[in-house]
């Protein structure tokens, strides 16, 4: 029997226990795909991530939710590098690529003069495809009516990496109401059925903040609800840019605010630029370190 240690780190925020917790295992290089499953069942996080060597990258990551590998994980790709980085594993690196299921992606290290470390990762551009299910039953799915849903605004597929399904939503007072049923989203998003789903609205709690947001799991993963998550973000605000955008600006800077509902406050910072053939996006964030513990395989 092996025991490994398994670290902690809250992603887009700097209080413990806000934020989005992320499984890090920082010495995973030899372990099997079985065993990083294992692990991540235990550890029980939406994701937990394992940087190993790459041939092609600095670094390469893989992530695991309770259920099965993801392609790509954005908050626990900034908890994953705040832990590599406070922990000496990236030297004075403040540039660096990472490999991912998701293809290659950049990411910066900023690091401020009170020693508050920021992480930068750009997403793959982003990609969209047209949902054509029930809106009834999908506003059901998660314990709205219909009436709750924006009419004129699409309901859309995203990714910058990972699949999720845009939703549109009237009010803010509507995502208190939410209360999802995961085991219908396959048969509802038949067009991707492994698809998360991701409400959102343009009225927010905290008046800094641009976008609100929640974002209920595949039932696949083995998860009901990620409380801040970095890729739905950056898809969401390059729908914005896509869909809503009215001045159609070359680029833009949100803020997104999540995980209220859930008391896991955080926020992602999104920065959105026009290219020649869709966007770059990139999102930034913090994290903090919370406890460490093992597990045994």
Known sequence: MKSIKVYQYDAFSTIPNKGNPAGVVLDGENLTDAEMQNIAYQVGFNETAFPIKSEVADIRIRYFTPGHEMNLCGHATVATLYAMKTNGLLDDKTEMTIETKAGILPIKINTTDENEISITMQQASPKFEEFNGSREQLAASIGLNVSDLEKDWPI???????????????????????????????????????????????????????????????????TIEDAVTGTASGVMAAYYMTYLEKDKKESLKLTVEQGQEMEKDGRVLVSIQENEASYKVEITGSAVFVRKWEVHI
Not at 178 to 191: G, W
Not at 201 to 210: F, G, K, Y
Request: with cysteine; proline share 9%.
């Open 156 to 222: 859309v597929y995203g990714t910058t990496g990972t699949w999720t399904l845009l939703i549109p939503i009237k009010k803010l007072e509507a995502f208190t109401r939410m209360k999802p049923n995961n085991k219908l989203f396959p048969q509802i998003l038949s067009e991707i059925p492994k698809s998360s789903i991701h409400p959102f609205c343009m009225e927010t709690i905290d008046s800094n903040s641009d976008m609100h947001a929640r974002h209920f799991s595949s039932p696949y993963s083995g």
